[in-house]
Each structure stands twice: as structure tokens, then as C-alpha cells.
């Protein structure tokens, strides 16, 4: 399933679900129905128990104290091997048995995303709707997925990734609200999307030729009427016929006149009408852009981290500097510490020892865009960051973004991640003063294709720091990376080019 970011992918993706009620009609379906959102939940419980590997050990020790019931063997039936299918799963996503103690909320993104695709294996539904499944996946973990989509009945998924549209054999499509169904593979949809584009815009030009017709003709039968008005004018004043034949005759005449007109405007209307319709049909929209400010360069050491070590991560003490004007990627395996390395860079969390200094103005952007405050709408965000913008350079920005009117006055919780992105990156990049180092954590997670594409562009012209951290190896090297710092093996790889 694919669609622009605000579409309405993850709201049909939920009714489907069965997780949210539609507004109107029903959805039917004899088969039992898996799901994935993008979203984490709130689950504190540790991952040997969301997995069922807690209670399963409860029994095997019962049964190895002699204390076991019927129901202990019951619930065994068909679980015999169930610590070896474990191992298994855990071996096929690159998971450590170490994570069994861990809790849910404790886990990375991408370490998450793997133990929520086990569980939903495991309960063999006929149906599986994944909502952007490859997000915090490093390329490894997208190959993992890969195999485990190959491996089910049938599977929904919501991807902006190119890696997955080319293994979907089937292409829904939501745009404006409506739902294309396409029999075909990835390649074959952008092909029938691009001959309706050339036709589209192949009508575009006949109707607007016809319509510039319509017009001259409405100009000239216009220019005809006028003159003839005129004449009846001239020729009353000088008639010496009674008043009421000639009132009678102007009435006839002013009638067919009127008659004439309409049909001339019945024309354009009709083409006015054509043209709307294939416009609207048109996928070109405005473009997508983000406003950048100017912002102070400076030159030396922006951050410096003398043996960093970090809570709950099992490495190395770290030892690197970043120059300000650098552009620095933080790569790694999901649960290398990526993210939590960044947060201590920015001092939103404590280092478990070693010291961190950082020198200059900067700004976060984390995976949940936390720098939102959630129950507000998109002005009140904007407001929050750059009281210097009047409401007016503030719609215009988000306008920028295409955030509609009806959408940027929603509670930005109800906003798509996609949307809520784009409103956290233009809080980051808008208004008078600029960080020089900015940190972004998979900021191309979320975007559909063209804003992925307009915000390399806009991050190309950043004149500051830049970290970030991705597992597109595409994306950052259209970010022109300088260093990648590696925290697998601990080594800081300069760019050669």
C-alpha cells in the first residue's frame, strides 16, 4: 500500500485491523488478522514474557518438580520444542538470548520491530498488515523481514522503501481518498503511472486548446451581438415605425442574442469543467520545501567524547571528535546504541561514565519527535519554537510542507508520523536563528519518496554540523558524509572522496 504521507494509509491500515471503526460501511473477512503498527505502545512487560517464554519455562519447571497438572500438559501440546523454534527465531533476526531479560521499552527500534514480527509469526495469522515495517531496520534486519514476509500467507504492507515495493506482487494505492487496486509488481505500477500521467497531460492540452477556442469564438459572437446592438439602436431612432413594433422587435432580438450567449458559455463551461476534472486527476502538486534559515558557522572542535561509555550497552569505551562544519554519520546495527549515543551527545541523557563536551548551539530531532508537544497543533508547535514568526510565515511554512488548513489545526498526535515529522523538521529549520550542529536520528524514516528527496536537498545546503543516523547507505551518500563512525567495530571510517 502505498500513498503520500497524510493520505490515510495508517487510519485504513488500522480499520482493517480491526482497531479502529470506520465512519461508514464495514469490513469483512473470514480469515484472522495480524498487525503491526509504526507506533510503539507502552508495554513494560519483559520480552521472555510477551514472547510466552516466561510461562513456558513455569511449566517446564513444574513438570520438572513434579507439581505439574493437566493443564501444564495440555498447554505443552504442540510446545515440546518451543525453546528450540526460540533460538531459532532469535538466530534469524541477529537477536542476542540476552534480550529475553530485557523489557519491551528498553529495547531499540529495530530490536523491537523483530520481537513484534516473531510474535506475530508465531500466532500464524492468515492476514498480516504491517504499517511501515522497514523503519529503524538497518539493511541487515530489511533482509530479515524480507524472508520472514516470504515465509506468510499474506501480508499488507505500508513501505515507502524501495527494497520492499519491489518484492509486492500486488499495489494498492491511496491518493485523495481513493483506493486503486493494481494487479501488478512495483515496476509495472510506476509504468501504468507513468502513461497515465502522459495522458493525462495529453487531454490537459486538447481541452485547454479547446477551451482557448471557446473563448475566441465567445469574443467574436460577443463583438457580433454588440454590433448588432448598436445598428437596432440607430435604426429605431430613425424609424418611423410605431413604438410598439419596435419594442417588440428589440425583445425578439435581445432574446436571440441571450440565446446565442448562452450557448457560446455553455462551451467554455463545458471546458472549464474538463479541464478541472483532468487537473484534479493530475499527481502534480505543488512541491514539497524546507524553509531554512541562515545560521552562524564556526570553525574548531563542535563535539569532543573522551571514554564515553553508555547505559545498557555493552561496548567499548568511545573516544572521537567531530569539527564543526563536518558532516558525521553514527551507523551501527539495531541496538548498537545509535540513538542513545546521540541523546548524550545532545544532554538528554547521562553517559555511564567517560566525559562528552559539546561546543556550540544545538538542536535534537529523536525518532518519536519529542520536541513536539503533542496535544497542540501545528501553529501552536511552530509558535513554541519561533516567536520571532507572525501566523502568517508560519502557515506559509507549513503550506511549504503541504500541511493542509484542515490538518494543521488537529492535535499533532492524530497527525500521521510522516506529517508529524515534517512539523518537527520545519520547528528545526525555521525561523531567525539556526543551530550550527544539528542531530537527527533516521530522519528519512516516515517520508514518502518526494519529501525523502527535498529533504537531502535542503540538508545538502545545511551550512553547520550535521550528525545523523541512518541505515540508507543511499541517503547518506547524498547527505556527502564525511565520517562514518562505526559502533560495531568502534572505528571512525573518513570519507575517501
Request: with cysteine.
Amino acid at each position: 500500500m502505498v500513498g503520500r504521507n497524510g493520505s490515510g494509509k495508517s487510519i485504513l491500515l488500522q480499520i482493517l485491523a480491526g482497531k479502529k471503526t470506520p465512519s461508514a460501511g464495514r469490513v469483512l473477512t473470514d480469515d484472522s488478522v495480524g498487525y503491526l503498527s509504526q507506533e510503539r505502545d507502552h508495554n513494560t512487560e519483559s520480552v521472555a514474557s510477551f514472547l510466552g517464554y516466561a510461562a513456558w519455562k513455569q511449566v517446564q519447571l513444574r513438570m520438572q518438580t513434579g507439581l505439574s497438572t493437566q493443564a501444564d500438559f495440555d498447554y505443552l501440546e504442540g510446545r515440546w520444542d518451543f525453546e528450540e523454534k526460540l533460538n531459532a527465531a532469535l538466530h534469524d533476526f541477529s537477536l542476542s538470548r540476552q534480550l529475553l531479560s530485557h523489557s519491551l521499552a528498553s529495547l531499540s527500534a529495530g530490536e523491537y520491530t523483530k520481537i513484534r514480527l516473531i510474535e506475530l509469526s508465531w500466532r500464524k495469522f492468515q492476514i498480516t498488515i504491517l504499517d511501515e515495517p522497514t523503519n529503524h531496520l538497518d539493511q541487515l534486519g530489511k533482509k530479515q523481514l524480507l524472508n520472514w514476509i516470504q515465509q506468510q500467507s499474506c501480508v499488507i504492507v505500508a513501505s515507502h522503501d524501495i527494497s520492499i515495493l519491489n518484492h509486492a506482487n500486488q499495489i494498492l494505492e491511496l491518493q485523495h481518498g481513493k483506493l486503486t487496486h493494481t494487479q501488478c509488481d512495483w515496476a509495472g505500477f510506476l509504468n501504468i503511472k507513468a502513461n497515465q500521467q502522459r495522458n493525462l497531460e495529453h487531454q490537459e492540452h486538447i481541452y485547454k486548446k479547446e477551451m482557448t477556442s471557446a473563448k475566441k469564438q465567445q469574443r467574436r459572437v460577443q463583438e457580433h451581438l454588440d454590433k448588432q446592438l448598436r445598428k437596432g439602436k440607430d435604426s429605431r431612432q430613425n424609424s418611423n415605425q410605431s413604438k410598439i413594433i419596435l419594442n417588440h422587435a428589440k425583445s425578439k432580438s435581445e432574446a436571440s442574442h441571450s440565446r446565442l450567449k448562452s450557448i457560446q458559455q455553455d462551451k467554455v463551461d463545458i471546458n472549464q469543467n474538463r479541464l478541472r476534472q483532468i487537473q484534479q486527476q493530475k499527481i502534480e502538486e505543488a512541491p514539497i520545501y524546507f524553509h531554512m534559515d541562515k545560521c552562524e558557522t564556526k570553525t574548531g572542535v563542535a563535539v569532543m567524547a573522551q571514554d564515553l561509555c553508555l547505559h545498557h550497552v555493552d561496548s567499548l569505551p568511545l573516544n572521537f571528535q567531530i569539527q564543526h562544519g563536518q558532516r558525521f554519520a553514527i551507523t551501527g546495527r539495531n541496538g548498537s546504541g545509535k540513538s542513545t549515543l546521540m541523546k548524550v551527545i545532545t544532554h538528554h541523557l547521562e553517559q555511564a561514565s567517560g566525559d562528552i563536551q559539546v561546543y556550540g548551539r544545538y538542536k535534537m530531532l529523536d525518532q518519536h519527535f519529542s520536541l513536539l508537544e503533542k496535544g497542540a497543533n501545528a501553529i501552536e508547535n511552530m509558535a513554541l519554537f519561533h516567536e520571532d514568526l507572525s501566523q502568517t510565515e508560519v502557515r506559509q511554512v507549513l503550506a511549504h510542507l503541504r500541511l493542509k488548513n484542515e490538518r494543521i489545526s488537529l492535535p499533532v498526535q492524530r497527525l500521521s508520523s510522516g506529517e508529524q515529522l515534517k512539523l518537527a523538521l520545519a520547528c528545526l529549520f525555521s525561523g531567525r536563528s539556526l543551530p550550527n550542529i544539528l542531530c537527527i536520528d533516521e530522519p528519512d524514516n516516515h517520508l514518502d519518496m518526494e519529501s525523502k528527496k527535498q529533504l537531502v536537498k535542503t540538508l545538502q545546503d545545511y551550512p553547520g554540523t550535521l550528525v545523523v543516523i541512518s541505515h540508507d547507505d543511499d541517503f547518506l551518500q547524498q547527505l556527502n558524509i564525511e565520517a562514518f563512525f562505526d559502533l560495531d567495530d568502534h572505528l571512525i571510517e573518513k570519507n575517501a572522496e
